[in-house]
Every structure is written in C-alpha cells, then in structure tokens.
C-alpha cells in the first residue's frame, strides 16, 4: 500500500467537495430508483462495494472519499479512474450505512441480458422471483458467490438490484458474478431450461427432499435454483414451471428456514453434488 | 378456532387497560436487560412466539392482546393462563416490532443450567461466542432447530437470548429447543466434549474443509457446532479448545458467508450426514 501511494499525486487539500456541491448532490440523487433507472448508475457504498465496483472493468465513473478514506484505501485510489476527496458531511450524504466508511463509488449498471448471460456455459445460478427485502436479495447474492455460481437472475418484482442496502448486502458479491434482471419471472425459467440447466423450485412444500435429490444424484447437473419471495414463497402456476420442487427437510419444530438460509443449504447443496461424485452417487 | 372460541368467557369490554396501567408499564419494563435479569422474565412479541412460550410449560404469565387479536388468536387464548385485553398503543407500547402483530406475552426465562442441558443425549448442539446480533443468534437458533439440533448454548458475551429481536428471530424456535446460557465459551466446549460431542469451530481458516469432514464421516456422530462473532470470528486460543476446525469451502470470488448462513449450511451438513450413512460413508 504504501509504495503504490507514492506513486499517486498527492491529494488536492483545501479542495474537499462539501454536501451542496453538484456533483455530491446528483451523486446523492442516485439513492431513488427512478433517478437510478434514468441514470442507469447507481452507488456502492463501503471499501468492499468499492473494490467489487473496480474489478468490473467501466464500472466505476467516479470514487467519492474522505480525506482519512483517501489515505487508508490507498490501492482502491490507484485503481480508480476518478476519485474526489470530499468532507465526511458530504460523504455521509451519499451512504445509507449508519456508519459510513469513507468511500462510495458512482457506478453503471452492470447487468447484461438474461440471453447473454445464459450463453455461457453455467453450473449454477440462483433466481429470485419477487424477492423484496434488500437484505435477502443481497445475502442470496453472496451465498451463490460463495458456492460458486456462475451468475444471479432477479426476476418479476424483486427488490432493485442496485439498491444501496442490497448492493451492501452482498458485500462485492454483485460484481463478482454476470447478473441479469428479467421482467417475468417464467420467461427467466424457459431460457435457463432451455440453456440446459435444471431449474429447481425452492418450496417447503415441494414434493422432493433435499436430500434425496442429492443422493438420486438429482443435483449433480446444471442446477438453477428458484427462490421465492420471503412472505408468500413462489406461485403454484411459476413453481410447477420448474423441473421440480425442493423442500428443505426440517427435523425439529420451526416451520421453515428464511430465506437467505434457504438459499444458503441449496446453493451449498449443490456446490457440493457437483464436486462429489460420490456423495452425488451414494 | 370457532369452537375454541365458544368455550371462551366473553372478552370484557370497556376494561381495555391503556399505556398507563401499572401492569402494561411494568411489562414495558422488561425491553431493559437489567430489568429483565432481576425479573427473570421476558416479552414474547407475535402470534408465533406467543405460541412457542405457551408450548412451555409454566412459562407463560399473562399475554398482553389487542381486541382484535384476541378473537383472531382464539386458539392461543384457550391456552394462556392469563389474557389481558389492551388497547392498540398499550399494545405497541409492548413490542419492538415496526408492525405489532396484537400480540405480547410476558415470560419467565426458560434457559436451563449447562449441565442439566448435557445430561441428555444430544446429537446437534449449536453453541455461540460472543454472537452479538440479535437477529443473527435468533436465525442461528432457528436454523438450529430445523435441522433437529436438540440444545443452544450462547456463551460468553453472547447477546441477550431475551433480548425482543433475538427472540422475534427465532420464530418461536428459543422455545422449542433447550437454551443453556454459560459465560465462559471454554468450560461450554468442555462440558460438550465431555458429554460425548464432537465440537466442530466454524472457522473461514479452518484446517478441514466441510465437504471433506462429510465425506470422511467426521459429521455423523454426535456434534456441537461452535460459531464465534459476526465481526472478528473465533478467538484462535477458542478454537483450539475444539476438536477439529471446519471451514465452509468458498468457490467463487466471495470472501465469506456471513454467520447465519454460514451455521445453516453447517447445521444441515451434520443433519444430512447424521441422517444418511451412505453420504457419510462417501
């Protein structure tokens, strides 16, 4: 860190953007959707969003930072195309966190079209139909990141994806894997059969265990799993779409799982039947 | 619930008691830990916790009900020793919750010693150190109980397992499953340990991968999960203490799970194993 600070030019003091300057103010307005959508720009807020954001390449427009921020993410500055030291007032104004941590990025939609995205050759992709809590859509993000999936469908009327609390959520994830937002959910469910992938309702009440489907080897394929939203879960008429249905077992007394857990034992569940032949097998 | 209803004495009208009544005021008391540590009493707050405490016996004392949720809840009136009709703002004097469901129940503290909790035969123990979110220690309960884990313990500076969002976040599943609450993390990994379980570390620098302890059989015998705070993980002198360190593979870009998703794929992995011999013996 410090020999690439040496070789940035020393930050401009006594130029420190302030809350009323225009570009903070139409940065700020980032945090409306419509503006968003009109923009087709969004925020990611935090050092994590940030280094996610400069790992896509012409993603990021601008980084917004503090003077310390400037200083401590010296290697998030040297990768940045464009980065503005601003006052913490300021900088508070562009972050929805509760504690902010000195860096926000401006950056462009990174989605791609669900066509392009299925074009490649993918294993796993998780699919939100309607799923509306920031916070989940953000941590089901991070878990098919995690088990390795090769991309994220949002679908029907789910939660904005570049919503600042979603974008937080997946703590980078939304730009580690291709991410595409598809209006109807059942036209998300044809392309992704139809790209060869087995789609898999996420359902309490579906008519497979989880486990099972594991030991029938059922999860060994290309898997796309279809997670509904977290009060009403998926409509019979989207769930039937689905190759199958897939409960969690529950052995003890709670009623079921939330949702981001949910989604974390399939995602895990298949990260492992792929990997496995023998468990896949057993 | 019509029936049910019937056999109820008619709920009194005009003696809904308002915010300012003594024993509506004392219950708001217990939202203080301290208050709630000198009572030895809780709130249970929505329809689904209020039936996990009454699934306990003597647990409940009075649950406190708007009129409208008491002729909604009939079945759950039939069951509490006491139902005290308040009106809407007393009622949400009593929750925490942005939307009360109509709907508190004021509780003893069900937790029980340690060793009480280990004389019987356990083959699934989560067991918390330092977990300090509330509404992560309630999914990790619940997540808990789903896979059939038959106690909890929250150890050392574990949040309050009273505390009104840690119980909202179980979903009733605090109430289903024995609650051990031990100061020193230590002396609770020795006390598993020495009932028998394997204690696993959850631990993103663990010396086993999940999917290798699955496949050499580590998780099919009796097994007590151990999962540090959300921010600085275990304590490396913790973690020695267990008998084996596990980490969750990652095979994408994300750094890690975060610590509720992370015990459901935990939980689930021994459930699956515990259950299914062939996957074990992979």
Redesign the interface.
């Known amino acids: 860190m410090a020999s690439s600070r040496a070789d940035l030019p020393p930050l401009t003091s006594g130029t420190l953007l302030n809350k009323n300057s225009g570009r903070v103010k139409e940065a700020r307005r980032l945090a409306r959707r419509s503006f968003r959508a009109e923009q087709r720009q969004f925020l990611a807020d935090g050092p994590?969003a940030v280094e996610g954001a400069l790992g896509v390449p012409g993603c990021v427009v601008e980084v917004f930072a503090t003077a310390a921020a400037s200083e401590q993410y010296a290697a998030l500055r040297a990768a940045a195309p464009a980065w503005t030291v601003v006052d913490d007032r300021a900088l508070a104004s562009l972050s929805d966190s509760v504690h902010p941590q000195g860096v926000v990025a401006r950056c462009r939609f990174i989605d791609r079209p669900l066509d392009h995205v299925v074009e490649h050759s993918l294993s796993l992709v998780a699919l939100c139909a309607d799923v509306r809590d920031p916070g989940n859509a953000g941590?089901v993000i991070?878990?098919?990141?995690?088990?390795?999936?090769g991309a994220v469908v949002l679908a029907g009327h789910s939660v904005d994806a570049y919503n600042a609390k979603t974008v937080r959520a997946t703590?980078?994830?939304v730009f580690?894997?291709p991410l595409a937002l598809e209006p109807d959910p059942a036209t998300a469910v044809a392309r992704l059969r139809a790209a060869g992938l087995t789609v898999l309702a996420a359902d309490g009440g579906g008519e497979l265990d989880l486990?099972d489907a594991?030991?029938d080897g059922l999860l060994a394929g290309p898997t796309a799993w279809l997670f509904g939203n977290e009060a009403w879960g998926l409509p019979a008429e989207l769930a039937a779409l689905a190759d199958h249905r897939v409960r969690?077992?529950?052995?003890?007394?709670?009623?079921?799982?939330?949702l981001?857990?949910?989604?974390?034992?399939c995602h895990?569940?298949s990260?492992?039947a792929q990997?496995?032949t023998?468990?896949a097998?057993?």
């Open positions: 994590k941590t991070r878990t098919a990141d995690a088990a390795g999936a703590v980078g994830s580690h894997l486990d594991a030991d969690i077992p529950i052995h003890g007394a709670a009623e079921s799982l939330n981001s857990t949910a989604a974390a034992v895990y569940a990260a492992r990997r496995r023998g468990a097998g057993a």
